[in-house]
Structure formats: structure tokens, C-alpha cells
């Protein structure tokens, strides 16, 4: 056993920590459900050059204050979660600091007090409005265990908005032939059922406002929504109210999420996506979008003004890198702050500024957090 202080979050949902006696003294150690400024006993598990993964067995010191009972029953099994068992105020002070340590300490592309959170009028659960399920071969319906793709059954989940979990408590009790399901709440109440690689013809009547969809016939848009609709609006305020050119080159715009948002207030937007389909829905309302690779777009073409940056966790390297001495103004929303600072880094040396960065909680009892980024010349 090692006798390990805890500090810090990590972006996968552990908390790092150093051992504090013996030979071992110094090494970082990994470890989920221990909380900041905890004394814990560890059972190593793997041990690397750098630091160890180990399992928590006994607390040492006194436990923190900052300890909440979790809501979900699976807790602790289910991969979904990883925070439930800190209050939601130590979730959010752990991940700002989590940010600020990567931007100002290790990458020291910004000052800590640039980084700041919005999250206090956002809910802490019942906030998903879409969800995957994963089947088992032998039928059972719920979610991955951590570090495994072993199904955990799931008959309650506290995350999921009331009218998901009371679909989600009738999946559970039908036999299902498909590998999984997509639930997704729609703008009029109605759940959208997806079963996905399979069939799923339920032996019971399914609860009222449930349409079951083919996975073939559903538009992809209908597979792909903000999963926090409160949190969603915020970031799409703040982005509104951050922009300050009227002319605005959208990357990875998806179906419209800040495009349409923008064009409403009076800018006019240039929206580059590469899913035809989604091109296809969005043209002929008032934003000009194309239908290109983020990628290739930005390489073929002069970029100038404004710049909304939306891209997945991979980031947009490749189009930063394209970007010339035209762009003066940049605001990048990112789901991966690694990504971002790497790409921020890349702007930096190109002549931009970074002025603020402001973090979501879009992702509460996870250690997922949305960040936004503005950037002048």
C-alpha cells in the first residue's frame, strides 16, 4: 500500500496525487473517487516511469467536506460518471483549476485569472437530453463499466432529463436485438428511438410520445444535438455577445448551433460543414453555408475578419495553421481543452492575443468540460 496526498482533477476523472513516504516518495499517483486534500491508502495496479495507477482502499485523514452522497445507484460501476461524489461547487472549482493549470502552468499560454467559469444557474442533474445505450449480447440495456466494454444494466439514471429516464426504465424491461439504442428528446416533447445495428420490436406498448425510428431513415441531424439544452443557450449567448465582426467564417457548423444565432442579430456568416445532408437542411434560411471539409476549405481559400471556431476533440490544427495575417478576430468553442491549448498556441505565434477564456459546465458528475476562447489581433 502507499500512503498518497491528493490534489489535483485529471481530464479522464482521476485525481493525481503524490506518495508521501517511503521509496516511492514524490511519484504521482492516479486514482478515482478521492477528492482534493484527502490522505489516501493505495493498492497500485500498474506501475510506469512516470507515475502509477492505483485503487483507492482507505482514507487516512479526514475526508473531505467536499464529499456528496451520489444520486445513482450505479455509481462507482457505470462508466458514465465519475464525479457524483463531490459537491457540484468542488466539481466546477476542480475542473477551472484543471484548465488554468494546463493554459498558465504547463502550456503558459494565459494567466489564470483569464480563465473563468460560468456553471452557477445550470443544472447539476436530469440534463441529458440524448443518450446511448449499449446492449449486451444477452439483452441487457444500459452502459459500459469503467474501463471496460462490459454492460453495466441501467434501470435509473439520474443525468438524463425525467422523460428519457422513464423511456429508459421501459428499454430495460423489453428484449432488445440491436447493439444499441439512441434516445433523444425533441424540441416538442416527443422521444425519438433509435435502435442501432439490430432490430428492437418491444413486447409492450412503449410510454405515450415515443416514435421508433429506423437508424437507416433518421436524418443525422437527429442524431446529433447539443446533449445540454441550458448550458447549450449559454454558449450560444456568450458566443453572440463575443463576436464583434459582422462578417464571420463558421467552421465546423454542423446544423446551424451558432450560425443561425449570429445571422438573427444581424452578422453575416459564411457556415463551412462537410455533412451534405445537414448543408442540404440549412440552405435557403439567411446563412450561406458550404459544404466542405473544415480542412480543405481554410486551405483553398483567404480567410479574413472573424473566425467561429466549433470543431471535434481532435481540434482544428490543420486550419489554424492555415490561417493568415487576414484574421483578426478568433472565437473557438472546443469540447477538449488539450486540443485547444495546443491550437491557441499555434494562433499565438501568428500574431493573435488571447483575451479571455470561458468554461461550460455542459457535462455535470463528469470531468468533461466545454471551453470557449476568444483571440485579436
Not at 257 to 279: C, D, H, T, W, Y
Not at 338 to 358: F, H, M, P, S
Request: with cysteine; hydrophobic share 35%.
Amino acid at each position: 500500500m502507499l500512503t498518497v496526498k491528493f490534489g489535483k482533477l485529471s481530464s479522464d476523472g482521476s485525481f493525481v496525487g503524490e506518495v508521501i513516504e517511503g521509496e516511492k516518495k514524490g511519484k504521482k499517483v492516479f486514482t478515482r473517487f478521492v477528492a482534493p486534500g484527502e490522505t489516501v491508502l493505495i493498492e497500485p495496479v500498474q506501475e510506469k516511469d512516470k507515475f502509477i495507477l492505483g485503487i483507492a482502499r482507505d482514507i487516512v485523514s479526514e475526508p473531505s467536506k467536499e464529499r456528496a452522497t451520489p444520486k445513482c445507484k450505479h455509481f462507482g460501476v457505470c462508466g458514465g460518471c465519475d464525479l457524483q461524489f463531490i459537491s457540484i461547487s468542488e466539481q466546477r472549482r476542480a475542473k477551472l483549476e484543471m484548465v488554468r493549470n494546463l493554459f498558465s502552468t504547463k502550456l503558459k499560454i494565459a494567466k489564470p485569472d483569464q480563465i473563468q467559469m460560468y456553471g452557477g444557474d445550470l443544472p447539476e442533474y436530469h440534463y441529458r437530453n440524448r443518450v446511448r445505450l449499449q446492449v449486451s449480447r444477452d439483452g441487457k440495456v444500459g452502459f459500459f463499466e469503467a474501463g471496460s466494454h462490459e454492460v453495466v444494466e441501467i434501470k435509473e439514471c439520474p443525468i438524463v432529463e425525467e422523460k428519457l429516464a422513464e423511456v429508459l426504465r421501459w428499454c430495460s424491461t423489453e428484449t432488445v436485438y440491436c447493439e444499441q439504442i439512441e434516445l433523444s428528446l425533441r424540441q416538442d416533447g416527443e422521444v425519438n428511438l433509435v435502435p442501432i445495428k439490430g432490430r428492437f420490436k418491444p413486447d409492450s406498448k412503449p410510454p405515450s410520445g415515443v416514435n421508433i425510428l429506423s437508424y437507416k431513415k433518421t436524418p443525422s441531424y437527429d442524431l446529433f444535438s447539443q446533449v445540454n439544452k441550458k448550458a447549450n443557450q449559454a454558449l450560444v449567448n456568450f458566443v453572440v455577445k463575443n463576436i464583434q465582426g459582422e462578417s464571420i467564417t463558421e467552421f465546423y457548423a454542423g446544423s446551424g448551433n451558432f450560425s443561425f444565432p449570429l445571422f438573427q442579430v444581424g452578422k453575416k456568416v459564411i457556415a463551412v460543414e462537410s455533412s451534405r445532408e445537414l448543408v442540404e437542411r440549412a440552405t435557403g434560411k439567411g446563412v450561406k453555408f458550404i459544404c466542405s471539409q473544415a480542412e480543405k476549405y481554410s486551405r483553398q481559400n483567404t480567410i479574413e475578419g472573424s473566425v467561429l471556431l466549433d470543431p471535434p476533440r481532435g481540434g482544428a490544427k490543420e486550419c489554424v495553421e492555415a490561417f493568415g495575417s487576414k484574421v483578426d478576430e478568433i472565437v473557438y468553442v472546443s469540447c477538449n481543452p488539450a486540443t485547444l491549448g495546443r491550437d491557441i498556441e499555434i494562433l499565438q505565434k501568428k500574431g493573435l492575443t488571447l483575451e479571455l477564456v470561458t468554461l461550460f459546465d455542459m457535462f455535470p458528475q463528469t470531468a468533461h468540460i466545454e471551453a470557449v476562447a476568444v483571440l485579436r489581433r
